[in-house]
C-alpha cells in the first residue's frame, strides 16, 4: 500500500490528494472518480479517486443506550410502521423543554426503522436566530446534491448536476404511473433547485421570474424533490426545531401534504413549547378538514430519579453511592441534557472518585447550581483562553457558522495569530480542540454546528451586553466583506447583527432593504416582520420619510395577503405621515395604493376619488411612472364599472406613459385588460389586434408571464366573438405557458376558460372535469375569489344541464364566499345566476327576490353592465307574471344603460325584451317588425334561434316555429343546454 500511495502521489497535481478503492470507502469523505490508471510497477490498472473534502453528516452520534424513552420510541415505531403500510401521511410531534432528549429519540426511530424498512430520511433543521425562508429545506438540499462551502462554485455544479442527472435517470426508467409528472416536473425546476443553491443557469426559468413566481416555484420545485423521495421508498422528514420554523416554510409543508396524500410520509417535528407553555404547532390540522393526516402527539417529561440513575451509571461504567444519586437528582432535576453536562462537567474537574462499588462525590460539600446555564458556562470557563474565546465568538454567529466568517472576527480582534502573522492555523487549531470537547461538530471543513442548542445559548447568555453588541458588529462587517458580491441574500443577517449591534444607523439601512428584499421575493411574512422592526426603530423627524415609504409597503403587502382592514389602517398612517410631511410623491403614492385597496373591495366611486387625487398630485411633479400606474388603475376601475369607453382612454394612456421606460411587466396585464374593453365595446378585431401586437413585443423580450397573461385574455375575445377554436388555442398557449412557469393562479384561469368552451362546444363532461381541476388549484393556492369565480361556473354548468339542486348549492356556496370577501361583483353575480336558476324552474318570487338583490349591490358599486342584465332579467319574470308596467319602468332605465355602454348583447337583450313587451301589450305588428329587423342583423345561430322562437310567439306564423326548432335542435346538438332543450319540448308541442 506504500508503494501504491507513492504512485498516486506522483501523479496527483500541486494541492491535489488522490486515493485508491480503499480509501474512498471511509464515508466521512468525499470522493470523486479521475479514472482507472495503470501505474509503474502494478499489474493491474488502479482506479482512482481525488479528495474533495469532508463528507456532509450533521447527524449527531450519541454514546450508550437510549433510556427512559422507551414507551415514546415504541409509540412512535408503531406510528411510523402504519404510516408506511397504510401508504398515507402521519404527522408526529415531539414536544419537550430544551434537552428532554428528543433529538436522540428520533435518531433511536431511524435506527429501529432501519431494521424493518428500506426508507428515505431527510433533516431540515431550522435558523435558531434568523429564520430566513424556507431555510429548513434549504438545508436539506445542501445535503441532498452534496454542496459544500468546501468546494468552488464549478465543484458545487458539477456535484449538482452530478446528482440532477440520477435522479433524472431514475425516473426516466421508472414505470410508477407518477414517473411522468415527477419527471416532467423536475426538469421544469431544474434551474429552479439549483438557484436555490447559488447556482446561476443563463436564460432559464428562474431568471424569466417575478418575485411571487420565484416564491411559488421554489414550494413547487422542493415538494416536487420530496414526493419523488416518498414516491421511491417510505420518507421520513425530519422537522428539527419546529418552534423556529418560518412563514414560508410552513406554506411549502401545507402544499406538500396536499401533493402526498397517497404517500408513506412521515413528517416528523421536534419541538419546544412556547414563551407560554402552549404546543407551537407547525400545520392547522383543522382547517384541512378530512385531508389532515393521522396525528401522533408525545412529551417528554423529566426523568424520575432510578431512569436518571440508570444513565448515569451507564454513561460512568459504574454503581452510584447514594449520595452521588441525591445529588444529582436535586441538581439536574432530571433533564437529560443538563445530566449528561454536569456529568462531563464531573469528570472534567476530576470531581468523582472510585469507592469500591460506587462513583461518589469527591467533596460532600461541594456547591452546584441547579441552573444549566450555570453547569455549561462551567464547562466553557475551563477551556483555554484562546478556544474559549473562539467559542463565545461563534455562539454569537449562530448555532451553525461559517469558519471564513469567525476567521474574519477573530482576526479583526487580533485575538488569534500565529508566527507568520495569520489567524488561519491558530483558529483551526481551537476550533479542533473544542470539537474534541464536544461543544461543536464538524459539517464539512467550512462549516460547524453547536452539538446542542443549550450549548450554543449558554455561550452566548454568559457575554456581557457589550461584548455581545462588538461581536455582532463584528460579524455583520465580516459578512459585508466576504459576501460582498452576493449581499442581497444577506440583508437579513445584516439587518440582525447590526441591530444586536445597536449600529442604529446601518440596522435601519439593512432592515429597509431586508423588507425590499423579501417583498421582492414574495416572502411576505418576513417581509411584514423586518417592516414591523424597521418602524419600531423609527422615531425621529428627520426619519419620517423612511417611516412613510415603509408603512405604504406594510399596507402593500398586506392587501396582498389578504388583511384589507389592517392594509387600510397602514395606508392611513402612511397618509398622516406624507401629510406632515408635505412630500407630494409620497402622499401620491398613498392615495395610489388606498384607491386600489378600495377598488378591490368594491367602493368603486370613493376608489375614483382616491385615484384622481394621485394622478393630480403626479402630474403636477411631473411623475410620469406614477401617472401611467394610476392610469392603469383607473382603467381598471372603469372596466369593473362597465365604464368601458372611459377605461380604453385610461389604458391606453397608462401604455403611452410606459413606453417612455422600454418594456415594463406591467404593461401586459394592462392590454390585456384593454382587450377585454374592445371586446365589451363590441370591437373584437380592435381587442385582438393590441393583443397580438403586445404578443409579439412580449416574445423578443422573452417576458413568459406577459405571454401566458395576453394568451389567456385572448382567448376570452376570441371566446366572446364565438370563435371558439381560435379561443381553445390561445387557452392552451397560456395554460402551457404558465404550467412552464409554475403560476397555478394563471393556469387556474386557462383551465376554467377551457372548460368554458368545452361547455360550449356540449363536452359538459370535459367542462366539468376542467372547472375541478380549476377548483381545486384555487383552493390549494388559497385564493378565496378564484374559489367562487370557480363555484360559480361549476353552478352554471349544473344548471345548463338542468340539475337544479346540484346548481344551488355550487351557486350558494359562491355567494357565501363572495360575501366573506367583500366581492361585490362577484356577489351580483351569484345572485343573477340564481334568479335564473329560479326562473327556470318557475318559483318566480324566488326569483324576484334575488334579482332584487343583485340590482341593489350593482347600483351600489356602480356596474352598470351588470346592472343593466339584472334589470332585463327582473323585467322578463315580470313579463311572465304579466306585470307589464313594472317592466316597462325597468325596461326604460336598462336601454339608457345599454345606450351609454354600447355592449352589444345587452342591446340585443334589452331589443327582444321591448319587442316582447309590445307583443303582450296587444301592438304585435310593432313586436313583429322589431323582431323581424333583428333577425335581419342576427350576429350568431343563437340569437337567430332566439329571434324565430319570439317571432313565433309573436304570431309572425308557423314557419318562425319551424326554423326555431331546426335551429335550436342543431344547437342543442352543439350544446346540449336546458334552454334549449325546453325549448325544443315547447315547440315540438305546438306543431
Known amino acids: 500500500r506504500v508503494n501504491i500511495a507513492a504512485r498516486l502521489m506522483s501523479r496527483a497535481a500541486w494541492s491535489e490528494v488522490l486515493v485508491d478503492e480503499e480509501v474512498r470507502k471511509d464515508r466521512h469523505y468525499k470522493f470523486r472518480h479521475r479514472g482507472d490508471f495503470q501505474y509503474k510497477g502494478l499489474k493491474r490498472s488502479i482506479p482512482t479517486y481525488q479528495l474533495l473534502g469532508r463528507e456532509e453528516d450533521t447527524r449527531l452520534s450519541f454514546d450508550g443506550q437510549m433510556v427512559g424513552r422507551e414507551e415514546e420510541l415504541r409509540r412512535l415505531l408503531h406510528f411510523a410502521r402504519e404510516v408506511f403500510r397504510a401508504r398515507r401521511p402521519g404527522l408526529a410531534y415531539l414536544f419537550g423543554e430544551a434537552g428532554m432528549g428528543k433529538t436522540r429519540l428520533a435518531f433511536e426511530l431511524r435506527e429501529a426503522l432501519g431494521k424493518d424498512f428500506a426508507f428515505n430520511w431527510h433533516t431540515c433543521q431550522s435558523d435558531q436566530i434568523l429564520r430566513k425562508p424556507f431555510n429548513p429545506f434549504l438545508h436539506f438540499l445542501k445535503n441532498y446534491f452534496l454542496q459544500s462551502a468546501d468546494y468552488s462554485e464549478h465543484q458545487n455544479r458539477q456535484w449538482f448536476d452530478h446528482r440532477f442527472k440520477e435522479l433524472v435517470n431514475h425516473w426516466r426508467r421508472s414505470r410508477h404511473p407518477r414517473a411522468p409528472q415527477i419527471l416532467q416536473e423536475l426538469l421544469r425546476t431544474h434551474s429552479v433547485l439549483a438557484a436555490l443553491l447559488k447556482l446561476h443557469t443563463p436564460n432559464s426559468l428562474w431568471e424569466t421570474l417575478d418575485g411571487r413566481g420565484r416564491y411559488e416555484n421554489t414550494i413547487q420545485a422542493i415538494a416536487n424533490l420530496l414526493i419523488a423521495e416518498a414516491l421511491q421508498q417510505p420518507l421520513v422528514l425530519e422537522l428539527e426545531d419546529g418552534h423556529w420554523f418560518d412563514d414560508s416554510s410552513r406554506h411549502l409543508l401545507e402544499h406538500l401534504l396536499d401533493q402526498a396524500q397517497d404517500l408513506p410520509l412521515l413528517l416528523l417535528v421536534t419541538s419546544r413549547y412556547d414563551d407560554q407553555g402552549h404546543k407551537p404547532y407547525l400545520l392547522d390540522l383543522e382547517k384541512r378538514g378530512a385531508t389532515a393526516p393521522p396525528l401522533l402527539e408525545l412529551e417528554l417529561h423529566y426523568w424520575d430519579k432510578a431512569t436518571l440513575v440508570r444513565y448515569a451509571e451507564d454513561r460512568l461504567g459504574g454503581a452510584l453511592s447514594p449520595e452521588l444519586q441525591e445529588l444529582l437528582h436535586r441538581t439536574t432535576g432530571g433533564n437529560p441534557f443538563y445530566t449528561e453536562q454536569i456529568l462531563e462537567y464531573f469528570k472534567e474537574s476530576e470531581l468523582l472518585s472510585r469507592e469500591g462499588h460506587f462513583w461518589c462525590i469527591k467533596d460532600p460539600n461541594v456547591r452546584l447550581s441547579n441552573s444549566i446555564q450555570t453547569v455549561l458556562t462551567a464547562r466553557i470557563d475551563r477551556l483555554s483562553t484562546n478556544v474559549k474565546e473562539t467559542v463565545k465568538a461563534a455562539a454569537v454567529i449562530g448555532r451553525e457558522f461559517e469558519v471564513p466568517i469567525l476567521s474574519e472576527v477573530m482576526t479583526a480582534q487580533k485575538a488569534l495569530t500565529g508566527a507568520n502573522g495569520s489567524a488561519e492555523a491558530p483558529l483551526r487549531e481551537q476550533i479542533e480542540q473544542a470539537e474534541r470537547v464536544q461543544i461543536w461538530m464538524a ?103 423612511i417611516a412613510g415609504r415603509a408603512l405604504l409597503q406594510k399596507g402593500q403587502v398586506l392587501e396582498l395577503v389578504g388583511s384589507w382592514e389592517e392594509a387600510r389602517r397602514a395606508y392611513s398612517q402612511a397618509f398622516e405621515r406624507a401629510r406632515k410631511l408635505g412630500d407630494p410623491l409620497l402622499l401620491g403614492r398613498c392615495h395610489n395604493s388606498l384607491g386600489h385597496l378600495l377598488m378591490l373591495q368594491g367602493s368603486y366611486e370613493e376608489a375614483r376619488t382616491h385615484f384622481e387625487k394621485a394622478a393630480t ?231 324576484l327576490k334575488y334579482y332584487d338583490q343583485a340590482i341593489d349591490v350593482t347600483r351600489l358599486i356602480g356596474n352598470k353592465l351588470v346592472l343593466g342584465f339584472s334589470l332585463l332579467e327582473k323585467a322578463n319574470v315580470l313579463l311572465h307574471l304579466n306585470e307589464l308596467e313594472s317592466a316597462r319602468r325597468l325596461l326604460s332605465e336598462a336601454e339608457a344603460i345599454a345606450r351609454q355602454l354600447g355592449n352589444p348583447d345587452l342591446l340585443f337583450e334589452l331589443e327582444t325584451l321591448s319587442a316582447r313587451l309590445l307583443a303582450r301589450q296587444g301592438r304585435s305588428r310593432e313586436a313583429r317588425q322589431a323582431l323581424q329587423h333583428l333577425l335581419d342583423e342576427a350576429r350568431n345561430p343563437k340569437e337567430s334561434a332566439a329571434l324565430h322562437y319570439f317571432l313565433f310567439q309573436a304570431g309572425a306564423g308557423d314557419h318562425h316555429r319551424r326554423e326555431a326548432l331546426q335551429r335550436y335542435q342543431t344547437l342543442y346538438q352543439e350544446t346540449p343546454d336546458f334552454l334549449y332543450r325546453l325549448r325544443i319540448e315547447e315547440l315540438s308541442s305546438a306543431s
Open 443 to 545: 459539517q464539512n471543513e467550512l462549516r460547524y454546528i453547536f452539538k446542542h442548542s443549550l450549548l450554543r445559548e449558554a455561550v452566548y447568555e454568559m457575554q456581557m451586553r457589550t461584548r455581545l453588541r462588538q461581536l455582532h458588529q463584528l460579524i455583520a462587517q465580516a459578512i459585508e466583506k466576504i459576501y460582498a458580491q452576493d449581499l442581497e441574500s444577506r440583508y437579513a443577517d445584516l439587518a440582525f447583527h447590526y441591530s444586536q449591534a445597536e449600529n442604529r444607523e446601518k440596522a435601519l439601512e439593512y432592515l429597509e432593504k431586508a423588507a425590499g428584499y423579501a417583498i421582492r421575493n414574495y416572502q411576505n411574512g418576513e417581509a411584514l416582520g423586518f417592516l414591523d422592526q424597521l418602524l419600531e426603530l423609527l422615531n425621529a423627524e428627520e426619519e419620517a420619510p
Open 617 to 847: 398630485l403626479f402630474q403636477s411633479n411631473n411623475d410620469k411612472r406614477g401617472m401611467a400606474v394610476v392610469s392603469g388603475n383607473l382603467g381598471d376601475l372603469f372596466f369593473r364599472q362597465g365604464h368601458y369607453k372611459d377605461a380604453q382612454l385610461q389604458f391606453v394612456k397608462s401604455l403611452q406613459l410606459f413606453q417612455l421606460f422600454g418594456h415594463a411587466p406591467a404593461t401586459a396585464p394592462i392590454v390585456a385588460n384593454l382587450g377585454l374593453t374592445y371586446m365589451n365595446l363590441g370591437k373584437y378585431e380592435d381587442g385582438i389586434r393590441w393583443q397580438q401586437s403586445h404578443l409579439e413585443i412580449c416574445r423578443k423580450e422573452n417576458d413568459r408571464i406577459g405571454m401566458a397573461t395576453l394568451y389567456t385574455h385572448l382567448g376570452i375575445v376570441y371566446f366572446e366573438k364565438g370563435d371558439y377554436d381560435n379561443a381553445l388555442e390561445c387557452y392552451r398557449q397560456g395554460l402551457e405557458l404558465s404550467t412552464q412557469l409554475g403560476n397555478k393562479l394563471l393556469t387556474a384561469i386557462a383551465l376554467g376558460s377551457i372548460g368554458s368552451v368545452y361547455q360550449k362546444k356540449g363536452d359538459f363532461a370535459k367542462a366539468m372535469d376542467l372547472f375541478e381541476q380549476d377548483l381545486r388549484l384555487t383552493r390549494e393556492l388559497g385564493d378565496k375569489q378564484g374559489v367562487a369565480i370557480s363555484l360559480q361556473l361549476i353552478g352554471e354548468l349544473h344548471s345548463a344541464q338542468g340539475k337544479f339542486d346540484e346548481a344551488a348549492e355550487a351557486m350558494q356556496q359562491a355567494l357565501a364566499l363572495s360575501r366573506q370577501l367583500n366581492y361585490r361583483k362577484g356577489i351580483a353575480k351569484a345572485l343573477n345566476a340564481l334568479g335564473d336558476l329560479y326562473f327556470y324552474q318557475k318559483d318566480y318570487a324566488t326569483s
